[in-house]
């Protein structure tokens, strides 16, 4: 059974800062993953898709890179923004389904 | 596109009666996904459909919940009768295909009292 772990569970940057979030899963049998971003109350909104035969992808000041052998990826992001506060979410798509990971607290502060 | 379209938005009923939540997928949408989210367990996909037929149920947690899909824009998660664990934020989703991105509806926050 797929799992997917993330860490940290929770993180505060001041504004400016780049960081990086986690994020492994147990079976590298995968087609894609997924990062997603989640505000307080609202739906998960799509931000990047690596499929397994890439190793990243770029949107703005977002780069997320996928090693399956190992079962890793990472969400960079660049130049961090109050608006940038949120729950970010991974998942990995196997057997036609997402697993997601419990996700990364953000909280950039001015 | 409006998104994936979920209603009622937030939906307050007490222990025992019976709850209809209610999506419409983004057209052109192959496959509709019915998540779970609480803080103790996360996400949890609960069922999914592909041409509006069920393919993978077994996250329902027991006889109590159905799901229909009756066409491409309609489908329907049904609690009867609910209880209080019941209560979370259930979202549907929809994708094109396997590959594709995959797209959230806003969610419907159930309480069950």
């Known amino acids: 059974k797929q799992e997917v772990t993330q860490i940290p569970a929770a993180l505060s940057v001041p504004e400016g800062e780049n960081l990086v979030l986690n994020c492994s899963f147990t079976d590298s049998a995968i087609y894609n993953l997924q990062w997603f971003r989640q505000d307080p109350g609202k739906g998960l909104t799509s931000l990047l898709l690596i499929q397994s035969s890439q190793r990243e992808q770029t949107s703005g000041r977002l780069n997320a890179s996928l090693d399956k052998s190992s079962g890793r990826s990472t969400l960079y992001i660049a130049a961090s923004q109050p608006g940038d506060s949120a729950t970010y979410l991974c998942?990995?798509?196997?057997?036609?389904?997402?697993?997601f990971g419990k996700g990364t607290l953000l909280t950039v502060n001015p | 596109d409006a998104g994936v379209i979920q209603s009622p938005r937030h939906e307050v009923t007490e222990m025992g009666q019976e709850v209809t939540l209610r999506c419409k997928p983004i057209?052109?949408?192959?496959?509709l996904f019915w998540y779970r989210q609480t803080m103790m367990r996360g996400l949890e996909l609960l069922i999914y459909?592909?041409?509006?037929?069920?393919?993978?149920d077994s996250g329902m947690p027991e006889d109590r919940f159905s799901a229909k899909m009756p066409n491409a824009s309609f489908s329907t998660l049904k609690i009867q009768p609910s209880e209080p664990r019941d209560s979370a934020v259930y979202f549907c989703?929809?994708?094109?295909?396997?590959?594709?991105?995959?797209?959230f509806g806003p969610g419907t926050r159930l309480t069950v009292t």
């Open positions: 989703a929809s994708r094109w295909d396997w590959t594709s991105k995959q797209y």
């Open positions: 998942a990995v798509m196997g057997n036609y389904k997402l697993t």
């Open positions: 057209s052109g949408h192959d496959y």
């Open positions: 459909f592909n041409n509006n037929v069920p393919i993978d």
